[in-house]
């Protein structure tokens, strides 16, 4: 039986002006051959075992798609960033030690400005 969590939210960071949401779904990409590749067959088995245990008792954070959402509080703008094939303990080990996610919320709020410049331009 898989117990599989499907989501996992989280609000990360809110102001008055702008929320950042982060979300984790089940990642569909096979752990097997994608997970690790150390160059030792028998530790790479390892870890995809232990990864594959952690999905079956539930785990999201095991394998899972990571969106991060930026949405401006007055509602016109909200920018996504989306990466698959994380494995992490939590949200918060992927927060402090990914490295992606301020690239991530960074990059949303560049295409929130990018957009309103374009609006700015086109009116």
């Not at 995809?48 to 394998?63: T, V």
């Amino acid at each position: 039986m898989n117990n599989y969590i499907n989501e996992v939210h989280k609000i990360v960071r809110q102001t008055k002006h702008h929320k950042i949401t982060l979300v984790a779904t089940g990642d569909d990409t096979p752990i097997r051959g994608n997970l690790i590749d150390s160059g030792d067959d028998e530790v790479d088995r390892a870890f995809e075992d232990e990864m594959l245990g952690r999905m079956h008792r539930g785990d999201i954070w095991a394998w899972a798609t990571v969106t991060i959402q930026v949405e401006l509080k007055d509602g016109t703008q909200s920018e996504i960033e989306c990466l698959s094939g994380c494995s992490y303990k939590d949200s918060n080990d992927f927060i402090k030690n990914s490295g992606y996610y301020q690239t991530m919320v960074e990059a949303c709020f560049k295409n929130i400005e990018d957009a309103q410049e374009e609006l700015e331009y086109l009116t």
